[in-house]
C-alpha cells in the first residue's frame, strides 16, 4: 500500500521534471497523509498540455461522493473492471510527485517506518486516478495505484505504489487512450535495482510532524541495521 509519502523538491523542479505548462504551487512537505490535498500532474484533453493541481487524497466516486469510505489506493489487479475506478481508470489518470514514500514493517506488535526513494534520490511519479468533485464540498480527490512489491520493497511490505518510467508518462496521461490492454501492462513493480530504503524516525506515525528530520536515516545506536 501507500499511506503516507514526501515532497520537498522545489515547484519549479517538479515543473521542470514534469513538463508542466504553470509552474504550481507548492511547499516542502514531509510526511503528505491521506485526507490531505496532494498535487496531482494531469493531461488536458483539449490542448495535450500538462497542469499541476490539489486534489484531496481519498477517491471519491461521483456515484457516491458523500460515501465515508474514500480509499486512498487503488490496487492494480482489478482495476479496470471495478466499478469503483473503471471509469477513472478509462478516462482520469494522473501523476502524484513525489521525493519518496513510507512504508512501515510488521514484526509482531510493533511497526517500524522505512522511507523508500529511487536510488538517486530523483523525483518520480506515482500512478494516480482522480475523480472529479461532486455532491456539496465538490472537491476534486485521488487514490494512487498499488501493486505488489519488488523483492526490495518486499523486505518490509508487501504492497508498493506503481512508479512509473517517464517513458510512460505520455501514454498514461493520455487521455484519448481508454484500452486496457495498453495501460494495464505499465501497472507492475518498477525494478529492484531502482529502490533505496532506510528506517526512520517513528514520528512519522503522526501527522502533525512535519520536517526534513523526517525522512532522514533512523539514528539508533541500539537497534539492528535495517534493509538498506
Same mark, same amino acid.
Do not use: K
Given at each position: 500500500?501507500?499511506? #503516507? ?16 505548462? *504553470? ?27 500538462? *497542469? ?64 523508500? #526513494? ?22 476534486? &480527490? ?49 525494478? &529492484? ?36
Amino acid at each position: 500500500m501507500c499511506g #503516507r509519502f514526501f515532497l520537498s523538491s522545489g515547484a519549479a523542479e517538479v515543473a521542470r521534471h514534469f513538463g508542466l505548462a *504553470v509552474e504550481p504551487v507548492l511547499a516542502p512537505r514531509y510526511n503528505i497523509a491521506p485526507g490531505q490535498p496532494v498535487p496531482v500532474v494531469r493531461q488536458r484533453a483539449r490542448d495535450g498540455s500538462r *497542469v499541476c493541481e490539489a486534489m484531496r487524497w481519498g477517491f471519491a466516486p461521483r456515484f457516491a461522493p458523500d460515501a465515508r469510505s474514500r480509499p486512498i489506493n487503488a490496487r492494480a489487479e482489478g482495476i479496470a473492471a471495478r466499478p469503483l475506478f473503471r471509469d477513472a481508470f478509462a478516462r482520469r489518470r494522473g501523476l502524484v510527485p513525489a521525493d519518496g514514500f513510507f512504508e512501515w514493517q510488521h514484526r509482531g506488535r510493533s511497526a517500524r517506518p522505512f522511507a523508500v #526513494r529511487v536510488q538517486d534520490g530523483a523525483l518520480f511519479a506515482m500512478a494516480a486516478l482522480f475523480e472529479r468533485g461532486a455532491g456539496e464540498d465538490a472537491v476534486d &480527490s485521488c487514490a494512487i495505484v498499488t501493486t505488489e512489491a519488488n523483492a526490495h520493497v518486499a523486505v518490509i511490505h508487501d504492497r508498493m505504489p506503481v512508479v512509473l518510467a517517464p517513458e510512460n508518462w505520455a501514454l498514461w496521461l493520455d487521455p484519448a487512450v481508454r484500452e486496457p490492454d495498453r495501460l494495464l501492462p505499465l501497472l507492475r513493480p518498477c525494478p &529492484s535495482e531502482w529502490i533505496a530504503l532506510h528506517p526512520v524516525d517513528r514520528r512519522v506515525n503522526d501527522v502533525r510532524c512535519d520536517d526534513a528530520a523526517l525522512v532522514e536515516p533512523e539514528r539508533d545506536l541500539f537497534s539492528a541495521s535495517g534493509p538498506s
